[in-house]
């Protein structure tokens, strides 16, 4: 039995009571909520669009807040082993088009994240094929482990897209999905906002709060706290400067840890090609510098990629603390070199490459920024033009994908194609073995040497911040990792 079906069934009953059993008023009301996410369509696969998207799509099983646990949505159970994953189905759900939820609809789906280019593809390589075995069973058979499926199970581009919509080639435009809305389009104003209203066929009505949700596009943060202000919305995504402004100002502010953000260095051949290299730069930072420098104190120093809870996590690995005196030392054992590199950062994470810049300095090393907009970054950081990075991969869905995009020779975050034997050993062991324990320890073997020979480091919380009006809004419901989105079912409007 695999950690991940254990940690279902942990979950299942909480999942059931939390969101699906608990008795409730209809939903009712409407919500307004202003973002600095833009649409530009409804695919699920190739576009960062949770914001949107999480409102008339769901997966097969989502993360509960924490971030780190499986629950059920779509599919009620499953069983994990490596060579196959059994999918039990929900019964009783529609498409908003009317189109039943069954085996058939939900093998659709997977063919097609299968079968179209991009990052998700990836999470399929393991795949044989997918059985409709009845209407309410799906047998994902494998061609190797793949420990990393049932979490990317949980995650947007697993979302279920109606196959008659998919047929018709019409989702892009008109998304048609089983989650508790479904879009207006007549009252979308194309660029600015979206709308949504409660499907009457939800099948978990107990579980949804409000009926109408507004989703408003504001690219700049002043003149979305400014909207917030003058009652246009009734929450919004914010920053920690604006945050403390609002507290002020009598509205509420929740934050959460959204991702967890490390330096990622890429060019371990010749840039940072000396363990005790790597040692120094880890230990000349300072995380602690960035939270308070930039997410308003709000945050958490961690030890590794993995957090807490999640298959992998080595509670032995103490990572590297900020010690400016022994990264000294490792520098002095190296002869005092004078390396320069070139980090890649975007305008608003300019505070953190600053200050990152100025605690290499302390070490002799030189740092260029390279500037950009995000939409820049995100498209040339990993090209292999540069040497580092600060930024999070990902969700965390275990160490698997960690280990795919960041260690793998043909990892997008390994652009050079490095080859890390005894990373590739630990992998090896922990796809081989048969039972929970020791797959866990062979992940913890990686972690540790991913650690030892600080491959990878810095590791801290990113807060994202909602402020939001309390005459309006009684409750907000975010999940750790998941960086532009709230839980729109699990928020409640005051009465």
């Not at 990373?423 to 650690?451: H, R, S, T």
Request: aromatic share 10%; charged share 20%.
């Amino acid at each position: 039995m695999s950690l991940r079906t254990r940690t279902l069934q942990l979950a299942i009953a909480a999942g059931l009571a939390c969101g699906l059993g608990t008795a409730a008023a209809a939903p009712e009301g409407t919500l307004r909520f202003g973002t600095n996410q833009q649409l530009d369509d409804w695919e699920t696969l190739t576009k960062a669009n949770s914001t949107y998207t999480s409102l008339v799509y769901e997966g097969l099983a989502e993360m509960a807040p924490d971030g780190v646990t499986l629950v059920p949505r779509l599919a009620t159970g499953w069983k994990e082993s490596p060579t196959k994953v059994e999918l039990t189905l929900r019964q009783g759900v529609t498409f908003h088009d009317g189109t039943p939820f069954d085996a058939a609809a939900v093998v659709k789906n997977l063919e097609r994240v299968r079968d179209t280019p991009g990052q998700w593809r990836g999470v399929m390589d393991g795949v044989d094929r997918f059985v409709a075995v009845s209407p309410t069973q799906v047998d994902v058979l494998l061609k190797r482990p793949s420990p990393n499926l049932l979490p990317n199970l949980a995650r947007r581009g697993a979302y279920m897209v109606s196959p008659k919509a998919l047929d018709s080639g019409s989702w892009k435009t008109a998304p048609v999905g089983t989650g508790p809305w479904k879009l207006e389009p007549k009252e979308v104003i194309k660029g600015l906002r979206q709308v949504v209203t409660y499907y009457d066929g939800y099948y978990a009505p107990q579980s949804v709060g409000v009926r109408r949700i507004e989703v408003t596009h504001i690219n700049d943060p002043d003149s979305l706290y400014n909207a917030l202000r003058t009652g246009q919305v009734d929450i919004v995504w914010t920053n920690a400067s604006i945050a403390t402004r609002a507290e002020r100002e009598g509205m509420k502010v929740s934050w959460f840890p959204s991702v967890l953000w490390h330096l990622q260095m890429m060019d371990t051949v010749k840039v940072f090609n000396s363990t005790k290299l790597r040692q120094a730069i880890c230990h000349a930072m300072n995380p602690q510098d960035y939270i308070d420098a930039q997410l308003g104190g709000r945050g958490k120093i961690h030890t590794q990629r993995v957090r807490e809870g999640v298959p992998g996590y080595n509670p032995a690995v103490k990572g590297y603390p900020h010690d400016l005196a022994k990264a000294k030392q490792l520098m002095a054992e190296l002869g005092n070199p004078k390396p320069q590199i070139t980090l890649a950062s975007f305008d608003n994470q300019r505070t953190i490459a600053e200050l990152f810049k100025s605690q290499m300095a302390q070490i002799g090393v030189e740092v260029k920024l390279d500037l950009m907009t995000f939409g820049q970054f995100f498209s040339t950081f990993r090209s292999g033009k540069y040497a580092a990075a600060i930024l999070t991969d990902s969700q965390d869905t275990g160490p698997y994908d960690y280990y795919l995009y960041h260690f793998a020779p043909t990892g997008a975050g390994n652009p050079l194609g490095t080859t890390f034997p005894a990373i590739d050993a630990a992998v090896k062991e922990a796809l081989a073995a048969d039972d929970a324990n020791a797959q866990n320890a062979a992940w913890q073997k990686m972690i540790k040497v991913v650690n030892d020979e600080a491959l990878d480091c810095g590791f801290f919380d990113y807060a994202a911040y909602w402020a939001y009006n309390p005459k309006k809004i009684s409750k907000v419901v975010s999940t750790t990792g998941d960086v532009a989105v709230f839980r729109y079912a699990d928020l409640r409007l005051a009465r």
